[in-house]
């Protein structure tokens, strides 16, 4: 399988507890890009790396929240004392570079926090 | 408000009907994203345009970039085509991609 890859696909965790996602992109992107999606919205963009560097983060990313990319291949988005309202879904995402590239996603990490 | 845009927000159609979603945006962009996602599933990209229109199967995708516009129509829609559709773009500047909220799309047999 060539495509992005996260994992695990379903996490329900309490309230207060950490959870990590994983994500493999496509071996040649060196764009990568976490976003997080709720029921009837379109994606939001979290953050992304050009290789091994986090270029951009947003807003939405608090303090509670880091994300890795140590070689430049896999990344790893981290929350930490999880709340209700990181209940969403979280999704990786491709790309060779910036510009008119095509972007890849990943089926995304299902996050529900009781 | 939205870089992106999309209407209609949701759209019940009967089989066989032809489709049209748009999808309007407020910024120079280098190339937009048309992408389909199913019920609990990831997001597939179906195509991306920087100019003109293309054709796969039954979807046809248009831009016009003077206009900032893009519409993406399904031709004799299938049950199958049930999905959420979702538009971004890639901005000239900046280095993330912008979405719409996505078009919710219900075919009945």
């Known amino acids: 399988d060539t495509g992005v890859s996260q994992d695990p696909r379903h996490k329900i965790t309490k309230r207060g507890q950490n959870v990590t996602f994983r994500c493999d992109p496509i071996?040649?992107?060196?764009?990568l890009y976490w976003y997080r999606q709720t029921l009837g919205q379109g994606p939001e963009f979290l953050t992304y790396?050009?290789?091994?560097?986090?270029?951009?983060k947003s807003r939405l990313l608090s303090d509670r929240f880091s994300a890795e990319r140590p070689k430049g291949s896999f990344s790893t988005l981290e929350i930490q004392r999880t709340e209700q309202g990181d209940s969403a879904m979280y999704l990786c995402?491709?790309?060779?570079?910036?510009?008119?590239?095509?972007?890849?996603f990943g089926e995304g990490s299902w996050l529900t926090v009781v | 408000k939205n870089e992106v845009e999309q209407s209609p927000q949701n759209l019940t159609a009967q089989e066989g009907e032809f489709i049209t979603i748009n999808c309007s945006y407020s910024?120079?962009?280098?190339?937009l994203h048309w992408l389909q996602q199913h019920p609990g599933g990831g997001i597939v990209s179906l195509f991306m345009?920087?100019?003109g229109k293309k054709k796969h199967g039954r979807l046809i995708a248009t831009i016009n970039i003077q206009e900032k516009h893009s519409s993406l129509h399904i031709t004799a829609s299938h049950p199958r085509d049930s999905a959420v559709y979702i538009c971004?773009?890639?901005?000239?500047?900046?280095?993330?991609?912008?979405f719409g909220t996505g078009t919710s799309l219900t075919v009945i047999p």
């Open positions: 910024v120079g962009i280098s190339a």
């Open positions: 071996s040649e992107h060196n764009r």
């Open positions: 971004a773009v890639a901005p000239n500047t900046g280095n993330q991609f912008y």
């Open positions: 345009l920087s100019s």
């Open positions: 790396f050009q290789n091994e560097a986090q270029l951009e």
């Open positions: 995402a491709s790309s060779l570079s910036a510009g008119p590239f095509a972007i890849y």
